[in-house]
């Protein structure tokens, strides 16, 4: 495990920004690393259409990921089968790995219901947007697990921002006392929304906080995806098999950069300079894990242009299937928040039926 035996502080690399191997190269085949960067080839192009989307009115906000495929991909990349994955509301790279229909992503942000419904044979929770949240969950989640005695490891990623939480030192302080199998994945992207990364803690690095939980703590260059899947790999060998004397738990810190705004809504040139973004752009995780493959004779032109074509299709088949779905009644925001309706939720439905009738569509979204 001397993956995560290190100091929280020494950042765990494998290629350097010209795809150079800096440190040792994971143990995966040909297939898997040229499909590693298929998929975030794939999630980037997706990210790229659902912007576009939203500008024109499509869709509704959306959270671009732009920047952060290879902290995404290579981590779900170490999951195995019998994995649970808890998201926040960015992942929708992780989210494709597992297995989540790129149209059920589109329909989630397109205010359809049916975009929170995870197929049932993929171990995924739907997206929190309540920050932190999450980590509750999976920290129950993976205790269960235990309990139950079955082999999982429990991933769950959330954001710098949500370190400020309650919750975060809840869950990590849970899952070191009660030793669960958990994977704690802080994608450190700098901002939370326009508050940066110095403003959310004084401690010199987030992975260091798992100390303090009794667990380990590995910072990892989050814009490195063979680096974020060696980090990740050996944190959920370990969760499931710990060896003597080892904690189950660990934190990892994948440092990155959002390259978009924090959603559709938000304007970062106003908190953020060009300068620190072009900066970030040149550690884009896609041209330097390209490079890799390149140089390695994994990759050819051919083959780069096959892949820029399939995804292409994939992405439009998605979108044309999602726009074609029924536009959802608003009223099914109450539908689903409960298995059965609460007295509140229900009072909440009847009050905004009426004003519904009252206003009608254009009068209501006026309001
Ligand atoms: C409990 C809670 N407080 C505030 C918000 C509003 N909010 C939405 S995103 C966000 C910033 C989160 O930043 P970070 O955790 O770094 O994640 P990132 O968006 O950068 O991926 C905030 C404060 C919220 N959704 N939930
Ligand atoms: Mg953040």
Redesign the pocket.
Known sequence: MSVLQRDPQDMLRVLDEGGEPVGEVPDLSDDELVTMYREMYLARHFDTRAVSLQRQGRMGTY?PLSGQEGAQIGSAFALDEEDWLFP?Y?EHGAALHRGLPLKRTLLYWMGHEKGNRIPDDVNMFPVA???ATQVLHATGAAWAKKLQDEDAAVMCY?????TS?GDFHEGLNFAGVFDTPNVFFC?N?Q???SVPRERQTASATIAQKATAYGFEGVQVDGMDPLAVYAATRAAVEKAKNPEEGERRPTLIEAVQY?FGA?TTADDPTVYRDTDEVEEWKKKDPIPRLEKFLRNTGRLDDETVEAIESSVKDEVAEAIEAAESEPRPEPSEMFSDVFAEQTPEIRAQAEAFAEMYERHGDEGFLRE
């Open positions: 959270p926040s960015r947007v309540p920050i959330f954001g710098d921002g949500a939480e994608n992207n901002w939370a929304i959002r924090h």
